[in-house]
């Protein structure tokens, strides 16, 4: 079993809809918990991160983290086609290691 | 502030060939990683120091990879000899540690490197 799961997607919405994205992991003792977006031929760029259960909020964007589902979410509200673009989960592990989701691919449509 | 720096942004060369691509970490960071994105596998980390000094390289994939940091501001991961499958983007990404734990990586624009 992979530590981290993700959706490939791709997940093509409408102009103004709410996104979910999603993750699950493998491992209760993670604690540390990031979401990155990535545009097409970029690097990885740090969107939200927390350490809680519950959710966190910044401007059109909530993550959302449920330590006993071992399930994390993004919601994006009021969709635009800027955030077009892959996002990925990140999960602090064991020994100082990063693991990330494989990415889900997101289009917003005009 | 400068983010983290890689060079070459692309790279075409002949198999066989050494590569060598270039990381110049977040001034203050201590922990630098190299990973590698393909469509097929995604985000794999290949190696990760601390300090300057390697911590976990159980993702080389082989002897052909290494990789160095001879001061906090500078690393390099060389491919010697090349091959078609080494073909991916590979990024550096740095971050603080504190205590025993990492804040979350910042990453480079990534490398593109095409095996001919």
């Known amino acids: 079993q992979k530590e981290v799961e993700q959706d490939p997607g791709p997940l093509s919405v409408p102009e103004g809809a709410i996104v979910s994205l999603n993750c699950t992991y493998s491992?209760?003792?993670?604690?540390?918990f990031m979401w990155y977006r990535q545009y097409s031929r970029k690097g990885p760029e740090l969107l939200m991160y927390?350490?809680?259960?519950g959710n966190k909020e910044d401007g059109r964007f909530t993550a959302q983290v449920d330590k006993s589902s071992k399930y994390i979410s993004l919601f994006i509200r009021d969709s635009q086609p800027s955030d077009s673009a892959t996002y990925l989960c990140?999960?602090?592990?064991?020994?100082?290691?990063?693991?990330f989701g494989s990415g889900t691919k997101l289009n917003v449509k005009p | 502030d400068a983010g983290v720096i890689q060079s070459p942004r692309h790279e075409v060369t002949e198999m066989g060939q050494e590569v060598t691509l270039r990381c110049k970490p977040i001034?203050?960071?201590?922990?630098l990683f190299w990973y590698r994105q393909t469509m097929m596998r995604g985000l794999e980390l290949l190696i990760y120091?601390?300090?300057?000094?390697?911590?976990?390289d159980s993702g080389m994939p082989e002897d052909r990879f290494s990789a160095k940091m001879p001061n906090a501001s500078f690393s390099t991961l060389k491919i010697q000899p090349s091959e078609p499958r080494d073909s991916a983007v590979y990024f550096c990404?740095?971050?603080?540690?504190?205590?025993?734990?990492?804040?979350?990586?910042?990453f480079g624009d990534g490398t593109r490197l095409s095996i001919l």
């Open positions: 990404a740095s971050s603080s540690s504190v205590g025993y734990s990492n804040q979350p990586q910042h």
């Open positions: 491992n209760s003792a993670f604690q540390y």
């Open positions: 927390t350490y809680s259960s």
């Open positions: 990140a999960i602090l592990g064991n020994f100082n290691k990063f693991y």
């Open positions: 001034s203050g960071h201590n922990s």
């Open positions: 120091f601390n300090n300057n000094v390697p911590i976990d």
